[in-house]
């Protein structure tokens, strides 16, 4: 079964570190771009990084400086690194993965189950 399982998720003081993973599982053959995403309670989803398959980034302007994506090809896996972390990113952090083929089938997208990152002050 082609799937996406995060991890790392918890509860941290503001102005401490997580670090996010996401695995994808199944018969992937590949995957383009894979991203994270979050939504705070009563708020839409939004797009915190992402990152190609040629490594090239972006970041959502209030994350800038603080969080790090990166990615293992090899291991189907893409990484959040979180620092200096403010009330503020409180909300369910959220995989994707786009371009998926399973062998030369092609799947739009995948999204994995979500992880809750709670930030106290």
């Known amino acids: 079964q082609v799937q996406l399982v995060e991890s790392g998720g918890g509860l941290v003081q503001a102005g401490g570190s997580l670090r996010l993973s996401c695995t994808a599982g199944?018969?992937?053959?590949?995957?383009?771009?894979m991203g994270w995403y979050r939504q705070a309670r009563g708020k839409q989803r939004e797009l915190v990084a992402r990152?190609?398959?040629?490594?090239?980034?972006n970041y959502a302007d209030s994350v800038k400086g603080r969080f790090t994506i990166s990615r293992d090809s090899a291991k189907n896996t893409v990484y959040l690194q979180m620092n200096s972390l403010k009330s503020e990113d409180t909300a369910v952090y959220y995989c994707?993965?786009?371009?998926?083929?399973?062998?030369?089938?092609?799947?739009?997208?995948?999204w994995g189950q979500g992880t809750q990152v709670t930030v106290s002050s």
């Open positions: 994707k993965a786009e371009g998926v083929r399973v062998g030369i089938i092609p799947i739009n997208e995948l």
């Open positions: 199944g018969s992937i053959s590949s995957i383009g771009a």
């Open positions: 990152i190609t398959s040629g490594t090239n980034t």
